[in-house]
């Protein structure tokens, strides 16, 4: 006979609960890594019998990872040749050959220190300085999940699920670390400072920030919220660390090649002629700039500027209406609220960079697993975890519905990812804010505690 479930007793209700619990568990775990498996496949096919700079699919190894290892090579020879784009493209096109240096040429357009980041990897041959970093990368990607997972007070299980939920994400897998870029830097950044505000070290993670010179368009709207909330000692730390790091740079290599990154850097935009030798295109941006210079066009982004304005400005109304109350001077990182609005002006500051592409994506690690932490809480209503779940799974398959061959719109699905991603991230957040005092118990997870 089958047992009615109304006969179930509380204690074997528990244990039906805790098997669900565990079932829920692991569904994200054997997803994530399913998507990691295809990239390690993807990753493999290219690289079987490749050579020491071409890969099967007729991209450089590595990816733009020869624009970081001729930079190191640069500062070997001649440290006032660094932002000599012709210089660069010249020693390209030795490493590469001619054929597919033309086809992918990519400018070192980094403050000078993030050269000498890549300096000493320069003095081995390129692949094996492309491994070196790519196992670099993925120590600092550990060290930012640990850091997010010690902010979110999570058990050890915890942190190997969210390396499992970070591998599965291809930002990171493809673009940054078969990629060959500096994301891992962008995210190491944002997870010291939420590491940092959550135990109230304000001007200490003001100076942590000041690393985002790498690539500022990324933490800009960050920085302006906190200007305009008056975080003083996050600001005074944040000025004080950059001017540090600008002493040093032009200790380093002189005020010359300090202005030639200034003026090459402001160069750096959509449709330009970049030094007179490479036009600069949105073909992997994935950005609400990027979205509007294909819609707008080159010759109208007058209309396109002034749009991206309004958005740029709605968008910190929206974030200082959804702020936590309990977001108060000195205290920015608090309870469990604060660190859900955290993940979501990182989101936003993102998402209105003048320069996000898809390798960038890789810092919303962050921001997903914040709201993975949230939604997983037993309390949490179900319309909340159904909406938090699924804009993280659009998240991750939107690059599935990426074109190929690639062109100007190959990437817009990420793009409409990222869009749904904001929107549901913000309605998320207005609605545990109004639900926040009705939160309903349910009796058997209170015994199940006990």
């Known amino acids: 006979m089958v047992q009615d479930i109304s006969s179930i007793n509380d204690t074997e209700k528990v244990a039906l609960r805790k098997v669900i619990f565990q079932f829920k568990q692991i569904l994200p775990i054997v997803f994530t890594l399913s998507l990691f498996w295809v990239a390690c496949a993807e990753i493999y096919k290219n690289n079987l019998g490749s050579t020491e700079y071409v890969l099967n699919n007729q991209m450089p190894v590595g990816g733009d990872f020869i624009a970081f290892y001729v930079a190191g090579k640069i500062l070997q020879k001649d440290t006032s040749k660094l932002y000599d784009v012709s210089h660069q493209l010249s020693l390209q096109k030795a490493l590469l050959g001619s054929e597919l240096a033309k086809k992918h040429q990519l400018p070192f357009i980094y403050p000078p220190l993030v050269a000498y980041l890549f300096a000493p990897l320069s003095y081995v041959s390129f692949k094996s300085a492309y491994y070196l970093w790519t196992g670099v990368s993925f120590i600092l990607v550990l060290a930012s999940i640990l850091l997010i997972s010690k902010t979110l007070e999570q058990s050890p299980m915890c942190f190997i699920r969210n390396v499992t939920l970070a591998l599965g994400f291809f930002p990171l897998t493809m673009f940054t670390f078969?990629?060959?870029?500096?994301?891992?830097?962008?995210?190491?950044?944002?997870?010291?400072?939420?590491?940092?505000?959550?135990?109230?070290?304000?001007?200490?993670?003001?100076?942590?920030?000041?690393?985002?010179?790498?690539?500022?368009?990324?933490?800009?709207?960050?920085?302006?919220?906190?200007?305009?909330?008056?975080?003083?000692?996050?600001?005074?730390?944040?000025?004080?660390?950059?001017?540090?790091?600008?002493?040093?740079?032009?200790?380093?290599?002189?005020?010359?090649?300090?202005?030639?990154?200034?003026?090459?850097?402001?160069?750096?935009?959509?449709?330009?002629?970049?030094?007179?030798?490479?036009?600069?295109?949105?073909?992997?941006?994935?950005?609400?700039?990027?979205?509007?210079?294909?819609?707008?066009?080159?010759?109208?982004?007058?209309?396109?500027?002034?749009?991206?304005?309004?958005?740029?400005?709605?968008?910190?109304?929206?974030?200082?209406?959804?702020?936590?109350?309990?977001?108060?001077?000195?205290?920015?990182?608090?309870?469990?609220?604060?660190?859900?609005?955290?993940?979501?002006?990182?989101?936003?500051?993102?998402?209105?960079?003048?320069?996000?592409?898809?390798?960038?994506?890789?810092?919303?690690?962050?921001?997903?697993?914040?709201?993975?932490?949230?939604?997983?809480?037993?309390?949490?209503?179900?319309?909340?975890?159904?909406?938090?779940?699924?804009?993280?799974?659009?998240?991750?398959?939107?690059?599935?519905?990426?074109?190929?061959?690639?062109?100007?719109?190959s990437f817009i699905p990420m793009a409409m990812g990222l869009v749904i991603w904001l929107v549901a991230y913000s309605f998320l957040i207005a609605m545990m804010a109004r639900n926040k005092n009705h939160g309903k118990h349910d009796p058997v997870e209170v015994l199940e505690q006990v």
Not at 194 to 210: E, I, N, R, T, Y
Not at 336 to 358: A, K, N
């Open 178 to 409: 078969a990629g060959g870029q500096l994301s891992s830097i962008g995210l190491l950044i944002f997870s010291i400072v939420f590491f940092l505000l959550k135990h109230q070290k304000d001007f200490l993670a003001g100076v942590v920030f000041s690393l985002s010179y790498y690539k500022p368009p990324l933490f800009l709207l960050f920085l302006i919220y906190q200007l305009i909330k008056r975080q003083r000692r996050f600001v005074i730390g944040f000025f004080c660390g950059g001017i540090l790091i600008i002493f040093i740079t032009i200790l380093m290599v002189g005020y010359a090649n300090f202005f030639d990154y200034i003026i090459l850097a402001r160069g750096y935009s959509y449709g330009s002629e970049f030094a007179g030798l490479i036009r600069m295109t949105p073909e992997k941006g994935v950005g609400l700039y990027s979205l509007l210079f294909r819609i707008q066009g080159v010759n109208n982004m007058l209309i396109g500027n002034m749009s991206y304005l309004l958005c740029m400005a709605l968008s910190i109304l929206v974030l200082l209406r959804l702020q936590p109350s309990t977001i108060t001077y000195p205290h920015l990182v608090k309870s469990r609220e604060d660190m859900l609005f955290y993940g979501l002006l990182v989101s936003y500051s993102l998402f209105l960079s003048l320069q996000l592409i898809t390798y960038d994506l890789t810092i919303l690690i962050l921001p997903i697993l914040v709201v993975i932490d949230s939604i997983a809480q037993p309390n949490m209503r179900k319309s909340i975890k159904f909406i938090g779940s699924v804009s993280i799974i659009i998240l991750y398959i939107s690059w599935y519905f990426c074109a190929q061959p690639k062109n100007d719109w």
